[in-house]
């Protein structure tokens, strides 16, 4: 079955750098887009960013421009998202989930999520 | 900053219909599908309802969904109590080249 599992969250400095990891398994990695979603504490989603299935194209929110970048490594079917300039707003359960479909599909498949608190 | 509205809450006894209303504008709902999902607090989201109205394996016939214009709604039948969760519409944005995540509906189950 799809299992997604995320790590690397933790407490970071603002300003400071954090990079989250989402090993896939159960599927044909390369073959699906990816989404990195995000729920501040006691708050709604938050859509952040997406990648295609072979990595040619990325999308992200506007808040994270410039400071976020979602990567791929499909040999080891792991999924990134590489953050920097951190900012308190970021504080957030960060998921991953699996796109329906190679490009920009919906969501379909979620981890657990990793919380990342930024804060001084 | 949401770009979706829903109602906040809405409710209802076992056995009732309920409907959850998701507006939008041209730049969204009026140019691109809209997908469903529930949350129950403190687990990941389920998706529920995508390409308007398409329900994934396993998701009852309980749900449905339609889109019309700039508006979506999420339609839940035969209300159970393991229905009590958040719902949360989302469709792609063609002028942020992004999703957009709906503000989300609380049910509750009285």
């Known amino acids: 079955q799809v299992q997604l599992a995320e790590s690397g969250g933790g407490v970071v400095q603002p300003g400071r750098s954090l990079r989250l990891s989402c090993a896939a398994s159960g599927f044909t990695f390369n073959s699906y887009g990816m989404h990195w979603v995000r729920q501040a504490p006691g708050k709604g989603l938050e859509w952040v960013a997406l990648?295609?299935?072979?990595?040619?194209?990325?999308h992200y929110t506007d808040s994270v421009k410039g400071r976020f970048t979602i990567s791929r490594d499909n040999s080891k079917t792991t999924l990134f998202l590489q953050m920097s300039t951190l900012r308190p707003d970021d504080t957030a359960v960060y998921f991953c989930a699996r796109a329906l479909g190679a490009a920009h599909g919906v969501p379909d498949f979620w981890g657990q999520g990793t919380l990342v608190t930024v804060s001084s | 900053q949401s770009v979706l509205t829903q109602s906040p809450s809405a409710s209802g006894t076992p056995g009732q219909r309920v409907t959850i209303s998701c507006s939008g504008s041209s730049s969204n709902l009026g140019s691109s599908a809209v997908n469903w999902f529930q949350q129950v607090p403190g687990t990941a989201p389920k998706l529920l309802i995508y390409s308007n109205n398409q329900r994934p394996s396993g998701v009852p016939d309980r749900f449905s969904g339609s889109r019309s214009g700039t508006s979506a709604s999420l339609a839940i039948s035969g209300l159970q109590s393991e229905d009590e969760a958040d719902y949360y519409c989302v469709a792609w944005d063609d002028s942020l080249d992004a999703y957009v995540f709906g503000t989300g509906t609380k049910v509750t189950v009285l």
């Open positions: 990648i295609s299935n072979d990595g040619s194209m990325t």
